[in-house]
């Protein structure tokens, strides 16, 4: 995560539609554990809420619905809804 200030444990993010973010721990480098708040189910609104990362070079104002299979790794898992970052440019991923 990137913010214009230091983000703490116990910073409170807003998603909309009743959903925020809790961060609950920093790792470092960048990386935080955080904690999902929603009325229903966390993974629901993730699915809701969240776009497709598109690497860098693709620039396009808003994701196509089709970059859901196109930028899935190889090591994406169908039955857990797949990869939570888009591949790296020249990886192994096959586009469709």
Same mark, same amino acid.
């Given at each position: 995560?990137?913010? $214009?200030?230091?983000?703490? +444990?116990? &910073?409170?993010?807003?998603? =909309?539609?009743?959903? $925020?973010?809790?961060?609950?721990?920093?790792? =470092?480098?960048?990386?935080? %554990?955080?904690?999902?708040? &929603?009325?229903?189910?966390?993974?629901?609104?993730?699915? +809701?809420?969240?776009? &497709?990362?598109?690497?860098? /070079?693709?620039?396009?104002?808003?994701? %196509?619905?089709? %970059?859901?299979?196109? /930028?899935? *790794?190889?090591? +994406?898992?169908? %039955? &857990?809804?797949?990869? +939570?970052?888009?591949?790296?440019?020249? $990886? *192994?991923?096959?586009?469709?």
């Amino acid at each position: 995560m990137r913010a $214009s200030g230091r983000l703490r +444990a116990g &910073t409170r993010i807003s998603l =909309g539609q009743g959903a $925020s973010i809790v961060v609950a721990d920093e790792r =470092g480098e960048g990386v935080f %554990d955080v904690e999902i708040e &929603t009325q229903g189910d966390p993974l629901a609104a993730v699915e +809701a809420l969240g776009e &497709t990362p598109l690497p860098p /070079y693709i620039r396009r104002e808003a994701p %196509d619905p089709r %970059d859901r299979a196109w /930028y899935q *790794t190889v090591f +994406a898992r169908p %039955d &857990t809804g797949g990869s +939570a970052a888009a591949p790296p440019r020249g $990886s *192994t991923s096959l586009r469709r």
